[in-house]
């Protein structure tokens, strides 16, 4: 099963090409402008140097949210555009569960995704990893940071990654103490989203590009105007 998985929910977009779950290529840009313009081509690129063309893929996975309004319109209106093109199923993906993913073997068993969400707030999660799979013990959402971090077992390892790990370091530090890793890891995370994409299209619950929605956890600019 070829996969194509996007993800242009941060600043750090990615693109990857999987066969099931293994890793055919990838392509990583770190910016702080619209991906709009370099996703298209790292996908044409990434399709011709193996070979391939959009109709070749069995389906589409993608970074469906939380994260930047507008990198997150950018990456379902592509792979829906893909979608319709092809005729193939989106498989939606969590940006917190992917990052998530990025960790699952990790010391200590705890993890924490945390985006930088402005406005002084975070999306976050807490995750148990068995190994195998992710259960998730504190809920995704939009969280004040102080909120969000006194919710943690302050008694256990708890290993973060994310664009606002960076920002709320010195406050995670405060709460958790020695208990706090911080992953060296990057964020670009295209390839979990196809490895977690291609268990959601294996299983059937793969959608539609007219059924595909984004994951917000709070009201864009616009909609808290009207």
Request: proline share 4%; charged share 20%; net charge positive.
């Amino acid at each position: 099963m070829l996969i194509l998985a996007l993800d242009t929910t941060t600043g750090s977009a990615s693109v990857a090409l999987l066969e099931n779950t293994t890793l055919l290529g990838e392509i990583n840009a770190q910016t702080s402008g619209s991906h709009s313009v370099r996703l298209l081509r790292s996908v044409d690129y990434l399709l011709r140097a193996n070979s391939l063309k959009i109709e070749d893929m069995a389906g589409f996975a993608v970074a469906a949210g939380p994260g930047s309004f507008t990198g997150i319109r950018i990456g379902l209106s592509t792979v829906k555009a893909f979608a319709f093109a092809s005729g193939k199923q989106v498989a939606p993906v969590s940006t917190l569960t992917a990052l998530a993913m990025k960790l699952k073997d990790s010391p200590g068993r705890l993890l924490s995704p945390v985006i930088d969400a402005k406005k002084g707030e975070i999306y976050a999660a807490l995750f148990e990893s068995s190994g195998h799979e992710l259960k998730e013990i504190i809920p995704q959402g939009a969280y004040s940071p102080d909120r969000f971090f006194s919710l943690l077992p302050a008694h256990r390892i708890i290993s973060f990654i994310g664009n606002g790990v960076e920002v709320y370091k010195e406050k995670i530090l405060t709460y958790l103490k020695d208990k706090s890793r911080f992953s060296p890891r990057s964020l670009f995370i295209a390839p979990e989203v196809g490895i977690l994409g291609h268990e959601i299209l294996k299983t059937g619950r793969g959608l539609s590009g007219q059924e595909l929605q984004p994951i917000y956890f709070r009201k864009s600019q616009a909609e808290e105007k009207r």
